[in-house]
């Protein structure tokens, strides 16, 4: 198992999560894993996804957004 120091790491919003605060996911790149977390809740542990994980699943949710 890899442990990533993620102390130091800089959070993006996702641009698809609510302005208003609500729906907030954020996450940090330049890793060689993909951190997520609720924004809301930000000392709570993150999701921690391998690279290629995280990108079958974004790919999964822009292919079924796309087909309504």
Excluded: H, I
Aim: net charge positive.
């Amino acid at each position: 198992m890899r442990v990533v120091d993620l102390s130091n790491v800089t959070w993006r919003k996702s641009s698809y999560s609510n302005q208003d605060g609500g729906q907030c996911l954020e996450f940090a790149g330049g890793l060689p894993v993909v951190p997520v977390r609720d924004s809301k809740d930000p000392r709570r542990a993150p999701l921690v996804f391998e690279a290629g994980a995280w990108g079958v699943f974004v790919g999964a949710v822009k292919w079924g957004s796309l087909r309504g």
